[in-house]
């Protein structure tokens, strides 16, 4: 039975990929057999950071039927690597047929004790597929507004679809600790105001020069620079992952794990709140009277909305200060993901607001 994580980001540009290199690598070294999946379908970077060029990827399995013993990245530093495929649209939207294939030929995967899918950013089917079927999820932030937004709105579609799981939040390219406390546990007000998951810490990541240095060498920066303080953020990690109680979570076996990828992938999933759930009176008490729509960001999930003139006039106001400004952020991550059809003029307003305040912190 492995422990198989999805590893994923409301955006891009946080630090997933190396989070998921560095992470596979410290849990073989402490002995478990660990193997990374490189599931960005169309645009993966795994192989580019560690500067490995495999010959086999993902697309030959699912395009020429490829046993994946074949492509597999073997014993690289301790761990397997099963590499992902750069810039094929088919990658990216595969056939039911060719995914069918894929699945199956992919519970060939066992033998591990963890399996890390390291996914593409943002909302898509794969993403979400991925991590409802998953055991485990880690989040992946940063203090940037941006992600922190896009974050929420990930969450809140796994919500939509019934995610039961807890998630582990790691917060990645902070100045210091205290920033990365404030960042977690305004995050977390959020969630549990608004949506009916779970979230605890994994761990922080400190900014650390030492991290490009390393993708400049195309190195892990886990063996390049052990003693750094991106290196003990990844250690810390690993630890809690280590230590964590198993009725936490279910182990699943490969196989059962790629069957429900499959399913939830073909599947219908929902990716806005239905109109139904828009008119259950009293809702509108639940964003304090400042939004009458409540839906999915369109550009994020496919959802066009009806104009909401409350929230355009509230996105007017003038902008408050201080410590008002950061007690906001939950009820913005709220407004944001529910969107509106001209939403410009709201996102310009609310990450202005949250930018102020990033730039006030320690």
Same mark, same amino acid.
């Given at each position: 039975?492995?422990?198989?994580?999805?590893?994923?980001?409301?955006?891009?540009?946080?630090?997933?990929?190396?989070?998921?290199?560095?992470?596979?690598?410290?849990?073989?070294?402490?002995?478990?057999?660990?193997?990374?999946?490189?599931?960005?379908?169309?645009?993966?970077?795994?192989?580019?950071?560690?500067?490995?060029?495999?010959?086999?990827?993902?697309?030959?399995?699912?395009?020429?039927?490829?046993?994946?013993?074949?492509?597999?990245?073997?014993?690289?530093?301790?761990?397997?690597?099963?590499?992902?495929?750069?810039?094929?649209?088919?990658?990216?939207?595969?056939?039911?047929? %060719?995914?069918?294939? +894929? @699945?199956? &030929?992919? *519970?060939? /995967?066992?033998?591990?004790?963890?399996?890390?899918?390291?996914? !593409?950013?943002?909302?898509?089917?794969?993403?979400?597929?991925?991590?409802?079927?998953?055991?485990?999820?880690?989040?992946?932030?940063?203090? %940037?507004?941006?992600? +922190? @937004?896009? &974050?929420? *709105?990930? /969450?809140?579609?796994?919500?939509?679809?019934?995610?039961?799981? !807890?998630?582990?939040?790691?917060?990645?390219?902070?100045?210091?600790?205290?920033?990365?406390?404030?960042?977690?546990?305004?995050?977390?007000?959020?969630?549990?105001?608004?949506?009916?998951?779970?979230?605890?810490?994994?761990?922080?990541?400190?900014?650390?020069?030492?991290?490009?240095?390393?993708v400049k060498k195309q190195k892990p920066f886990i063996s390049l620079f052990p003693d750094s303080n991106a290196a003990k953020g990844i250690k810390n990690m690993g630890r809690h992952l280590l230590k964590r109680d198993k009725s936490e979570f279910n182990d699943f076996s490969v196989n059962s794990f790629w069957t429900r990828f499959l399913k939830l992938f073909m599947d219908p999933l929902q990716l806005g709140i239905p109109r139904k759930a828009k008119e259950e009176p009293g809702r509108e008490n639940v964003i304090a009277a400042r939004t009458n729509e409540s839906v999915a960001k369109p550009e994020r999930a496919g959802v066009i909305s009806r104009p909401a003139d409350q929230a355009l006039k509230a996105a007017e106001k003038p902008k408050r200060s201080g410590e008002s400004e950061v007690n906001d952020i939950p009820l913005i991550l709220e407004r944001l993901t529910q969107g509106i059809s001209n939403i410009s003029t709201e996102l310009s307003a609310i990450r202005e607001i949250l930018e102020n305040n990033y730039r006030a912190m320690p």
């Open positions: 039975m492995a422990r198989i994580i999805t590893v994923t980001s409301g955006k891009g540009g946080v630090g997933k990929t190396n989070l998921s290199v560095n992470l596979a690598l410290y849990l073989a070294e402490q002995g478990s057999r660990t193997c990374l999946f490189d599931a960005d379908m169309g645009l993966a970077n795994t192989d580019i950071i560690l500067g490995i060029y495999p010959d086999l990827t993902l697309e030959d399995v699912m395009l020429e039927k490829i046993p994946v013993r074949d492509i597999l990245v073997k014993d690289y530093m301790g761990i397997d690597i099963v590499p992902g495929s750069s810039g094929l649209e088919r990658m990216a939207n595969p056939r039911p047929e %060719e995914l069918d294939y +894929l @699945t199956k &030929a992919l *519970s060939e /995967l066992e033998g591990y004790d963890f399996l890390l899918i390291d996914t !593409s950013a943002g909302i898509s089917r794969n993403v979400v597929s991925f991590c409802m079927a998953s055991s485990e999820i880690i989040m992946v932030v940063t203090p %940037e507004p941006t992600s +922190l @937004t896009d &974050a929420y *709105s990930l /969450l809140k579609i796994l919500a939509l679809n019934g995610l039961k799981g !807890s998630v582990m939040v790691a917060v990645n390219q902070c100045r210091n600790l205290e920033v990365s406390s404030l960042v977690y546990s305004k995050f977390k007000a959020a969630v549990e105001k608004y949506l009916p998951v779970k979230i605890s810490p994994l761990g922080t990541i400190l900014m650390d020069d030492h991290v490009q240095e390393a």
